[in-house]
């Protein structure tokens, strides 16, 4: 069954919680990435913070079985296959990502068990670096006028040739 063709005010409603996601998702990436948060509580709740937000760009971005009120990026084309045939496929270290979030984070499962002291680092930068592009690249593609009041800083610079 299609999906249901949002309408620009919901698109520009929608793309305003999707500046929220990518917004947390880099600013968590940096500051887990630098290390300064040591062990603990604070860096376990920002390490599951940083795994959702990843979790819902990489679903948002490569929705494979949406609901039928999920936000895709699919969803700010007329022609969905656009985005589809454009996006580049997910690596293997988004796929990983994908899956540990499912099995480490999201749900309790003895797949946790597995994680050795080797595997349990998280790799922020690369993570957010592989996001970070493919996200730019959906940018891009979609038209401005889809884009909501926090993104106002992005159009600006966009339209003067700095934002990629």
Same mark, same amino acid.
């Given at each position: 069954?299609?999906?249901?063709?949002?309408? %620009?005010?919901?698109? $520009?409603?929608?793309?305003?919680?999707?500046?929220?996601? !990518? &917004?947390?998702?880099? *600013?968590?990436?940096?500051?887990?990435?630098?290390?300064?948060?040591?062990?603990?509580?604070?860096?376990?709740?920002?390490?599951?913070?940083?795994?959702?937000?990843?979790?819902?760009?990489?679903?948002?971005?490569?929705?494979?079985?949406?609901? %039928?009120?999920?936000? $895709?990026?699919?969803?700010?084309?007329?022609?969905?296959? !656009? &985005?589809?045939?454009? *996006?580049?496929?997910?690596?293997?270290?988004?796929?990983?990502?994908?899956?540990?979030?499912?099995?480490?984070?999201?749900?309790?499962?003895?797949?946790?068990?597995?994680?050795?002291?080797?595997?349990?680092?998280?790799?922020?930068?690369?993570?957010?670096?592989?996001?970070?592009?493919?996200?730019?690249?959906?940018?891009?593609? !979609?038209?401005?006028?889809?884009?909501?009041?926090?993104?106002?800083?992005?159009?600006?610079?966009?339209?003067?040739?700095?934002?990629?």
């Amino acid at each position: 069954m299609p999906r249901k063709k949002r309408t %620009k005010e919901e698109l $520009i409603e929608a793309s305003d919680h999707l500046y929220y996601e !990518i &917004w947390m998702f880099l *600013r968590l990436a940096n500051g887990m990435g630098s290390g300064v948060f040591g062990q603990g509580v604070l860096n376990n709740a920002l390490l599951e913070s940083f795994t959702v937000h990843t979790r819902i760009l990489l679903d948002f971005l490569y929705a494979e079985r949406p609901q %039928k009120d999920d936000v $895709i990026a699919e969803d700010f084309f007329e022609d969905p296959s !656009i &985005w589809i045939n454009a *996006r580049p496929p997910k690596s293997d270290t988004l796929q990983k990502v994908h899956r540990r979030v499912a099995k480490e984070v999201a749900h309790l499962t003895y797949a946790r068990q597995d994680v050795t002291p080797e595997t349990k680092p998280w790799p922020f930068v690369e993570i957010a670096n592989e996001v970070n592009t493919i996200f730019s690249k959906f940018l891009s593609l !979609i038209p401005l006028e889809l884009l909501g009041p926090r993104w106002n800083d992005y159009i600006e610079k966009r339209k003067k040739g700095e934002a990629g």
